[in-house]
């Protein structure tokens, strides 16, 4: 008789493991009064409980936007009135009280205000914010929904009053930073071929997208047009899901497809994301026991040979220096921190410059060919998406140079390691120098076990942040989408080619209108160079602010591991025999109870990268 294999463990218990062994490992270090390990593993725990995880919400205007986000999150948090068209970015997040915060800018200068839920409307709708002339980022709202307190974080976007130009731009833009898109189109009609074309410009550079099929309370033939949508997106060869919902099905208590949605979204984004987490959380538990496990082997070996206390004494004493050392400014990795910011400010913003003057070059010469206003539009469009992808192309060089210094740093302090030993016939395992940081992943897509075709895995939501469109966040330019969304050139279009005729003096009045396009260009690409080139310096000092914490706070962890090692051997001296064999014994078996958790953690991680698709 044979015995059926037991099923696999699920994606949800494993990470469940995770969640519990990281229970077990604070409680190991809070007993051994290590409060600044103790924070550590509080810290990798929220990672894996919530990961911050950035969804766009994102359609042509009226097509139910605002009502989907309102009930995925079950509460009224964006304006849906008719005549309420969406013109600034609401970013939905957990919190533990329904409030709001507005980002704008007032005389150039990003200011945050707090204000009540009821006046988000006054500042994120084209009725209370005409063209966004408020000068509003975003408006974050925090509610207690299931959804977001798992990580995810839903961004409304403003209509994109023709999916190529204005936010369109922005959102394509943009979407290398967002972990999914929810690209919304109502089921009276079946999707158009500017849809289409955005769609499959989405899918290459965001790994999730699904398509949200609204209103079909409405749509009697909802059915016909979602197979007719099934039907494109298979001849675009777009493997998109399709869900179609009705928020006011959903909000009346019947069937509307929004459970169905947001079981989609938790398992292409949330439980990736946890997962995701899951594997780097290991390599920091890693580092985290192996630090420790040292410590105490310190201690036990004084305690079984008091003879190796002067020993102990005298290489702490040498890696204490050392480590002082290093924690100081003529350290050779803060110099080299310091020299490499420098570069890569400069690289970066010459290739910006580079790119910029490529860009007003091609337009300039598309202009001499210009003749209608319907041609002019379409060039408007075309520098809005070459303006966008000029920016996108820059935080592309500043996230490959960061995790380039990010690797010079490791192998560098990792090196120090060998001046930080003692005696060869010390019978223990060292404090390892570079184990500190080994749980930090300098290949962010590999450590998530996948492989993203953009290159800037590690700038989306999971590891990053809300970094995305004219967001205040670390990574994104605060004004870049405003000034592509209000647009100065696309809105003067109509002065500079209203009422074209082919008259007598059709050369003079073509050569100044075109003259006029030119300067429009030029203050237009002036504008987005001023703002990003600003926030561009910006980003580079909090990269390097970033970089020195986070090194220095690990320094100062390192530090009190050899320390309080040669505090608590001194102290084990103190006891009898007896007690010092008991002390041996509780030092042998909290090792392995932190090596258990270790084993824990990396076999569930490694079962967890099993079940995450290629």
Not at 54 to 76: I, P, R, Y
Not at 173 to 185: C, K, N, Y
Not at 308 to 336: C, F, K, Y
């Amino acid at each position: 008789m044979t015995t059926a294999a037991a099923p696999s463990p699920t994606t949800d218990e494993l990470l469940d493991r995770v969640d519990a062994a990281l229970d077990q490992l604070g409680q190991l270090v809070a007993a051994e009064g290590r409060d600044d390990l103790e924070a550590r593993v509080d810290g990798a725990r929220a990672r894996l409980d919530r990961p911050t995880t950035v969804v766009c919400v994102v359609g042509e205007f009226k097509q139910g936007k605002s009502s989907l986000v309102n009930a995925l999150v079950e509460a009224d948090v964006c304006p849906v009135d008719d005549d309420l068209a969406t013109s600034a970015i609401t970013l939905v997040r957990h919190g533990d009280a329904g409030r709001a915060v507005v980002r704008r800018r007032v005389d150039g200068d990003a200011i945050a205000e707090n204000i009540d839920l009821a006046d988000v409307q006054r500042f994120v709708s084209e009725a209370g914010n005409p063209s966004n002339e408020q000068r509003v980022d975003r408006v974050d709202v925090l509610v207690p929904a299931r959804l977001l307190s798992e990580g995810m974080a839903i961004a409304d976007t403003p209509g994109t009053g023709g999916i190529r130009a204005g936010h369109g731009a922005a959102t394509l833009a943009f979407l290398p930073f967002a972990d999914g898109l929810i690209f919304v189109s109502d089921a009276t009609s079946e999707l158009t071929q500017p849809e289409l074309d955005f769609l499959a410009e989405a899918r290459s550079r965001c790994p999730n997208v699904m398509l949200a099929l609204t209103k079909i309370d409405m749509a009697a033939h909802w059915r016909r047009v979602a197979d007719l949508d099934r039907a494109h997106l298979v001849r675009m060869g777009l493997d998109i899901p399709l869900v179609a919902v009705s928020s006011l099905l959903h909000r009346a208590g019947a069937e509307g497809g929004i459970d169905a949605l947001v079981a989609a979204l938790r398992e292409r984004i949330v439980i990736p994301a946890r997962t995701g987490s899951a594997q780097r959380i290991a390599g920091e538990v890693e580092s985290l026991v192996a630090s420790l496990v040292g410590s105490l082997a310190q201690r036990r070996a004084v305690l079984d040979d008091s003879a190796s206390i002067d020993e102990l004494e005298a290489r702490v004493n040498e890696a204490v220096q050392r480590i002082e050392h290093l924690r100081g400014p003529g350290a050779r990795w803060s110099i080299t921190l310091g020299d490499r910011m420098g570069d890569l400010s400069n690289d970066a913003s010459f290739a910006f410059r580079g790119d910029l003057r490529e860009l007003t070059r091609t337009h300039e010469e598309s202009i001499e060919a210009l003749k209608t206003s319907e041609q002019w539009e379409q060039q408007a469009e075309q520098l809005q998406r070459d303006l966008a992808g000029v920016v996108t192309r820059l935080f592309e060089v500043i996230e490959t140079g960061r995790a380039n210094i990010r690797a010079e740093l490791v192998e560098q302090l990792a090196a120090e390691d060998a001046s930080l030993g003692g005696a060869d016939g010390l019978r223990l395992r060292e404090l390892d120098v570079g184990s500190l940081w080994r749980g930090k992943p300098l290949d962010t897509a590999r450590a998530a076990g996948k492989a993203v075709s953009t290159g800037l895995t590690g700038l989306r939501g999971a590891q990053s942040g809300i970094m995305m469109f004219g967001m205040a966040g670390q990574f994104l330019p605060a004004a870049t989408a405003t000034l592509l969304v209000s647009n100065p050139v696309l809105l003067a279009a109509g002065a500079v080619f209203g009422g074209y005729q082919l008259v007598e003096d059709r050369k003079r009045k073509v050569a100044m209108r075109r003259q006029t396009a030119r300067t429009q260009l030029r203050q237009f690409v002036d504008d987005v160079q001023f703002q990003v080139s600003n926030d561009l310096g910006t980003l580079v000092r909090s990269i390097q602010r970033e970089f020195r914490d986070e090194f220095g706070a690990l320094l100062v962890e390192l530090q009190r591991s050899w320390a309080e090692s040669l505090q608590q051997a001194k102290q084990g001296l103190t006891r009898g025999t007896e007690e010092r064999a008991g002390e041996i014994a509780r030092l042998d078996t909290l090792s392995g109870e932190l090596r258990s958790v270790h084993h824990t953690v990396a076999q569930c991680v490694g079962q967890l990268a099993e079940q995450v698709p290629a």
